[in-house]
């Protein structure tokens, strides 16, 4: 079996400018995401591949031990091109340069790096074990529910539930989740058909047992590094 790990960090970042390679109670937050990669990696038949626009991130991966030939074009390094063109662009250049097609390709994304090596090996075995599934990725419990407390308007300028229902508790509703954007794990064969999203109708989710977000805003960021400088985390990355 022969897997790619992909970790995808653009350079040029908006909402938090640099935030690939700021530094997160002591450790470049790229960091976080190369060793979870080599520490899922080990002992396995496995390549990691970087991509990146950006020579810091480059440079900043490389003091991880994550080195590259591969650099992302730049009409794929835009705040305007989804994830998958990225994932693809790269997977295409590390199959041509090895002269052989993986099996399974996994996305860590460097903005969420609250995942540990065992919920992607069971989120492998997860998808490994499913005939069926193209893919799957992690999630986490969503805090509200489209079912009983979260609303849209109506074409008549009006706000009702987003989603139609009966449900008096939030208890009694469908779960739903919140995609944690921390990975995502593809079969070879989701970048042969004309999937755009990784959501499809035949995608499976891992539910991560413990705290995992995204950095989204600059906060996000305290509040990340005060869970992990006060000991606020269930398990270690």
Do not use: W
């Amino acid at each position: 079996m022969y897997i790619l790990i992909t970790i995808c960090a653009r350079g040029g970042s908006k909402g938090i400018p640099g935030k690939n390679i700021r530094v997160l109670a002591g450790k470049k937050l790229i960091g976080y995401t190369i060793e979870t990669a080599q520490s899922f990696a080990a002992g396995k038949d496995c390549v990691i591949a970087l991509s990146s626009d950006a020579n810091e991130i480059i440079e900043a991966a490389a003091e991880y031990g994550l080195h590259t030939d591969y650099k992302r074009p730049v009409d794929l390094a835009t705040d305007s091109i989804g994830k998958i063109p990225v994932i693809l662009d790269v997977l295409r250049y590390e199959e041509a340069s090895r002269g052989k097609k993986f099996d399974y390709i996994i996305d860590m994304d460097v903005t969420s790096p609250f995942r540990t090596h065992v919920d992607v090996s069971v989120a492998f075995r997860m998808l490994e074990s499913d005939p069926e599934a193209i893919n799957i990725f992690s999630v986490s419990p969503a805090k509200r529910n489209p079912y009983f407390n979260m609303v849209e308007q109506n074409e008549d300028g009006y706000f009702g539930l987003a989603k139609k229902g009966d449900f008096v508790t939030r208890q009694s509703a469908p779960r739903v989740y919140d995609m944690n954007a921390s990975f995502y794990i593809y079969k070879r064969a989701f970048f042969d058909g004309p999937c755009t999203t990784a959501i499809t109708d035949k995608s499976l989710v891992y539910e991560i047992p413990h705290t995992c977000f995204d950095l989204d805003e600059p906060v996000d960021f305290d509040f990340m590094e005060y869970l992990l400088l006060n000991g606020k985390l269930s398990f270690m990355l």
